[in-house]
């Protein structure tokens, strides 16, 4: 019996002091308030009464950190999944503006020709497909209950965006995926559509430092 919804969950704030865009960069997890966010998104799932039966979560630390009260709460660790992973970014490891900023090193500028595919990383494409299929496959292994994938913002909105027949191209600085939020799908005949979003960590979003990858 396949699952009956899918909860794309966005990791917590991560420690980041230095400001850097971590994206796939190792040794990056979750703040103290973080952890905070991480437990306010399983506490949401709980008070729901939603029927968890499958936990997911990119291989980063930042996401297998997030899926910890999951696990404490529903009973299971989380399987990985590559596929619902922070996309590439030639800037990992770079501060992005400020003095010796990314934007201001004239070698950086060739990598930023094409904000519409985006030309500085993974294709926006490429990364709606990967999520999809993931999604996808994960509903049709459920053995009912939902599923709940703990990812990131770009892969999350690139979801929401290819669900919504909105262009993949976008303004980062526009973007409905909140720090430990959820986003939830159900199956409608052949397709997925997005039925619900939360933000069960908003009254901690007034704390946070770093709000994640551009």
Not at 63 to 88: C, H, K, N, W, Y
Not at 198 to 203: E, F
């Amino acid at each position: 019996m396949p699952a009956e919804q899918i909860h794309l969950v966005r990791h917590g704030e991560v420690f980041n002091p230095q400001g850097v865009l971590y994206g796939r960069l190792p040794g990056y997890g979750l703040s103290d308030l973080g952890r905070q966010m991480a437990q306010a998104a399983a506490d949401e799932l709980v008070r729901v009464g939603r029927p968890v039966s499958t936990l997911i979560a990119s291989p980063l630390q930042r996401t297998q950190q997030s899926a910890e009260p999951m696990t404490a709460a529903f009973g299971f660790a989380p399987t990985l999944d590559e596929r619902v992973i922070e996309p590439e970014n030639r800037f990992e490891g770079k501060r992005m503006t400020g003095r010796g900023g990314a934007l201001g090193d004239a070698r950086n500028w060739r990598f930023l020709v094409n904000p519409w595919e985006p030309s500085w990383g993974e294709p926006f494409g490429s990364i709606a497909t990967r999520m999809l299929a993931a999604v996808d496959d994960a509903w049709q292994a459920a053995d009912g209950g939902d599923v709940v994938v703990v990812s990131h913002q770009l892969p999350i909105w690139m979801v929401h965006r290819r669900l919504a027949g909105l262009s993949l191209a976008h303004d980062p600085r526009r973007r409905r995926c909140a720090l430990s939020s959820i986003t939830t799908l159900e199956r409608r005949g052949d397709r997925f559509v997005e039925v619900d979003y939360r933000d069960p960590a908003s009254g901690l979003a007034a704390q946070a430092t770093d709000v994640g990858a551009v």
